[in-house]
């Protein structure tokens, strides 16, 4: 019995959720072709798991399609990134693609946990663009600083280091707004003869104005 689900509505749902988060340079240069290739190596993942005997439910399907989805983002970000040609992109990505499959259906055979696969796969992916970026090497179609350059290169390494960084919170801010701003309305209301009034509100709407382009500025830029 195969773990037949809809990878095809998965692999769109992925690639959508890879447009949201992908990285601003790449964006802007490759956006197209990327989430092509996302697209693509997802859905290839999706059916080849989906018509796997060996896969035992969709669930199982899902998570190793997922799998190989996201590492085929990290890394092709990685290459885009990187001095080695476009021409070799696709071979490397695929030789990924293939490891990180072969891995997915020994830890179902295996009974790994997913934290385990992940951390198996995460190894040896590694291992497996650096010996592709060491073919390309070795046949003289890159050079060494090329290599040296790609594999300095982890953005899966680097999205770990941003989800950790603490977000900014403007709660504690909002609420000394809200605080300063009814206390200037109660002060129009009860005390509208203070004679210096005027020159409260002034500076009421500055410094509310000054806090709503914090707010907006934090909430745009802290994602």
């Not at 509505?9 to 890879?18: E, G, P, R, V």
């Not at 891995?103 to 385990?116: A, D, F, P, Q, V």
Request: charged residues 25%; aromatic residues 14%; contains cysteine.
């Amino acid at each position: 019995m195969t773990a037949t689900f809809n990878y095809k509505d998965f692999a769109k749902n992925l690639t959508k959720q890879a447009e949201e988060v992908m990285p601003e340079d790449i964006a802007l240069q490759h956006k197209k072709e990327f989430l092509e290739r996302v697209y693509n190596f997802t859905y290839i993942a999706g059916e080849a798991f989906s018509n796997d005997e060996s896969i035992e439910n969709s669930e199982t399907a899902k998570f190793l399609t997922q799998v190989i989805s996201e590492w085929t983002f990290h890394k092709y970000v990685d290459l885009l990134r990187s001095d080695i040609p476009a021409m070799y992109h696709e071979s490397i990505l695929q030789k990924l693609g293939y490891v990180a499959y072969e891995m997915g259906r020994e830890s179902t055979l295996g009974k790994l946990s997913n934290e385990e696969l992940l951390q198996i796969v995460e190894v040896q992916l590694k291992k497996a663009f650096e010996k592709a970026c060491s073919h390309l090497l070795l046949n003289g179609q890159i050079t060494q600083e090329a290599y040296d350059n790609a594999m300095k290169l982890s953005n899966i390494d680097v999205m770990k280091v941003e989800n950790k960084k603490p977000k900014f919170r403007t709660f504690n801010y909002t609420v000394t707004a809200l605080c300063f701003a009814l206390a200037t309305l109660g002060a129009n209301v009860f005390f509208y003869d203070f004679q210096y009034l005027d020159i409260l509100n002034t500076v009421a709407l500055i410094g509310l104005s000054m806090y709503m382009g914090f707010y907006i500025g934090v909430k745009k830029f802290s994602r």
